[in-house]
Nanobody, 125 residues
Framework: QVQLVESGGGLVQAGGSLRLSCAAS????????MGWFRQAAGKEREFVAA????????NYTDSVKGRFTISRDNGRGTVYLQMNSLKPEDTAVYYC??????????????????WGQGTQVTVSS
């Protein structure tokens, strides 16, 4: 079965950096686009970034443009989210996701069928 495992979350001060990783198994990774979403306490899950199967097309929500970078290593079956200049409002549980309908970057949660368990990111002010 498809399994997505996130890692790399933690506590960081405002202005700091973290790199999240998501290791995928149970699927032909190079055929799937990948997405990162986040959910803050008491809020709905929201789109953060997505990347095409080839890694050549990316998409970001406006609030993270210029600060976050999504990338992938098809040989390792892993997608990354480099987060720089972190702000307290970036605090959330971060999830990676994919699915058969995700080849190119998709922003809608409904496009994604497989989700990881999430990793907590906390940014202190």
């Amino acid at each position: 079965q498809v399994q997505l495992v996130e890692s790399g979350g933690g506590l960081v001060q405002a202005g700091g950096s973290l790199r999240l990783s998501c290791a995928a198994s149970g699927l032909t990774f190079k055929n799937y686009g990948m997405g990162w979403f986040r959910q803050a306490a008491g809020k709905e899950r929201e789109f953060v970034a997505a990347i095409s199967w080839s890694g050549t097309i990316t998409n970001y929500t406006d609030s993270v443009k210029g600060r976050f970078t999504i990338s992938r290593d098809n040989g390792r079956g892993t997608v990354y989210l480099q987060m720089n200049s972190l702000k307290p409002e970036d605090t959330a549980v971060y999830y990676c996701a994919t699915g058969p309908k995700v080849v190119y970057p998709r922003t809608s949660l409904r496009a994604y069928d497989y989700w990881g368990q999430g990793t907590q990111v906390t940014v202190s002010s």
